[in-house]
């Protein structure tokens, strides 16, 4: 028998860790709602912390930052870059490698992440190769 499919009102107090290396407050997703085409979640990045590179396959993001100012790393060998900051909205297409961070020492940044992936991170691909190739290119202006 198929569960009864209804509104669901989820009060974030869990939280996962990522793959990519963050915690995330846990939203709408497959796991919390079963949902069937959609994850959302919230995302902090303490101050100078940064992601692991990584992709999703077969999926779209879009943020919306909150609170401060984030950058990004991207492309297929991580060398374009951007800053988001608040009130900004971020598409990333499916597939595209990216490697988020915060760039401020002191403040954290806050955004909400959707992903046309309703599983939290089935979806998520370590790109450990291209961060190796991003590292030591950065090693000289670090």
């Known amino acids: 028998m198929e569960p009864t499919r209804t509104c669901r009102l989820i009060r974030s107090s869990r939280t996962y860790h990522g793959k990519q290396g963050f915690d995330y ?3 709408i997703s497959k796991e919390s709602v079963d949902s069937q085409g959609i994850c959302m979640h919230l995302l902090t990045i303490p101050p100078g912390k940064r992601a692991k590179a990584h992709l999703h396959e077969a999926h779209e993001t879009a943020i919306y930052m909150l609170q401060g100012k984030s950058a990004m790393w991207y492309g297929e060998k991580l060398d374009q870059h951007m800053e988001v900051e608040e009130g900004d909205f971020l598409y990333i297409p499916a597939g595209m490698p990216h490697m988020p961070y915060n760039p401020s020492g002191t403040e954290s940044c806050t955004a909400l992440l959707s992903r046309t992936d309703p599983n939290e991170q089935e979806s998520v691909r370590l790109l450990p190769e291209l961060e190796a190739l991003w590292q ?4 000289s202006s670090d």
């Open 136 to 139: 030591k290119q950065h090693a």
């Open 25 to 27: 407050a846990e939203a």
